[in-house]
């Protein structure tokens, strides 16, 4: 059964950081990680996201304030988030690549999203 629970949202006041993890478990081998966020009446957009070589790609907006990374033995990715402003409140959702024994088929899978709020 593929997991993936998320944690480390909260609130913070504009200009604080906040560091969001994810742990995926049930699949076989990861290909890609990364990080999601939306807000209400909008689409799900990209944040940030990591291959298993450590290749990164980052949203115009995020760039040289978040950094994205992740550790392969431990199916985990990070989302360290510096500077923060009130339009990065939304949702966050942790987002996987991988393969899936049991299906034997790559898929896409999400986590349950974890709320940052930045506010003074």
């Known amino acids: 059964q593929v997991r993936i629970v998320e944690s480390g949202g909260g609130l913070v006041q504009p200009g604080g950081s906040l560091r969001l993890s994810c742990v995926a478990s049930?699949?076989?081998?990861?290909?890609?990680m990364g990080w999601y966020r939306q807000t209400r009446g909008r689409q799900r957009e990209l944040v940030a996201h990591?291959?298993?070589?450590?290749?990164?790609t980052y949203a115009d907006s995020v760039e040289g304030r978040f950094t994205i990374s992740r550790e392969n033995a431990k199916n985990t990715v990070y989302l360290q988030m510096n500077s923060l402003k009130p339009e990065d409140t939304a949702v966050y959702y942790c987002?996987?690549?991988?393969?899936?024994?049991?299906?034997?088929?790559?898929?896409?899978?999400w986590g349950q999203g974890t709320q940052v709020t930045v506010s003074s």
């Open positions: 987002y996987v690549q991988g393969f899936n024994i049991a299906t034997i088929s790559t898929g896409d899978y």
């Open positions: 049930g699949i076989f081998s990861i290909y890609k």
């Open positions: 990591i291959t298993k070589e450590g290749s990164t």
